[in-house]
């Protein structure tokens, strides 16, 4: 499969609001200090619907929604400060679009483990130095020739776990479809610092924030796909028929 990607746009997203002053420093809990620089990979997939409106209203609506989502997640649209500290100065996060040359359906048919890397903004799983100043989260909108959409995101795993991740995207698509009465609850970004605050343990910080030195942690990765076919998913939601609001095939 010869697939060709394309980048015609990048830029920066800040957040639509500042934040405030007293917000300006985030404290990392301990283990977030002790997390390697690396970036958490994820893949949105969506088919073409009948949007009338066309591609670029679409990215227009996900990067207004998203300067507004970093207005929320402020810590996101900031830089590390110190190995204890994300400075939250509103610099923005990384917004990138590109074209892919074929149909999505060719590429999902089977997914090409191989190609993934591709429709994502920077590389995962390398482990950066802990000095280096880096954006906290990276998206690349990658539009296919059928008129399918796949939203690559790289978050660093300092601050986004795939729960936290998670709750991220849900106030990002939420605003985006015009549906804020959606976003359940506010993130605190305050306990997990006081309930776990960042030690002085400088041995264990160094053997942890070093570990790309001695070793290649990239060489160790290992990518594999777990398949639910439909049959598997009907079954699942067959399950899970008692709950309040019934669930969707995601």
């Known amino acids: ?38 970036y958490f990979p994820l893949i949105l997939f969506y088919h073409n619907t009948t949007n009338t409106k066309g591609f670029s209203y679409v990215s227009t609506q996900l990067k207004k929604s998203l300067s507004e989502a970093l207005t929320i997640f ?18 923005g996060a990384i917004y990138m679009e590109a074209s892919v040359n074929i149909n999505m359906e060719e590429f999902l048919n089977p997914p090409k483990l191989e190609l993934l890397n591709k ?16 954006p ?31 709750a991220f995207l849900k106030t990002w698509f939420a605003i985006c479809k015009g549906s804020k009465e959606e976003i359940s609850s506010w993130p605190d970004f305050i306990s997990a610092s006081s309930f776990f ?24 990765c290992t990518t594999r796909r777990f398949l639910f076919d439909s049959k598997s998913i009907t079954k699942l939601e067959s399950m899970s028929s008692s709950d309040e609001t019934k669930p969707t095939r995601y």
């Open 119 to 134: 429709l994502l903004p920077c590389e995962p799983n390398k482990c950066h130095p802990c000095q280096e100043v880096l």
């Open 74 to 91: 402020y810590p996101l649209g900031g830089r590390r400060g110190d190995l204890f500290s994300i400075y939250c100065n509103d610099e």
């Open 197 to 220: 605050p960042p030690r002085n343990t400088i041995g264990v910080r160094a053997g942890m924030l070093n570990i790309n030195k001695d070793s290649n942690v990239e060489a160790k």
């Open 136 to 166: 906290q989260l990276l998206v690349q909108v990658n539009l296919f020739q059928c008129g399918g959409i796949a939203i690559g995101m790289c978050n660093l795993h300092i601050l986004l776990d795939a729960y936290s991740c998670s």
């Open 1 to 38: 499969l010869r697939m060709e990607i394309k980048i015609t746009s990048r830029e920066t997203i800040k957040p639509s609001l500042s934040t405030s002053t007293e917000c300006k420093t985030h404290k990392l809990c301990l283990f977030g200090v002790f997390q390697l620089n690396t």
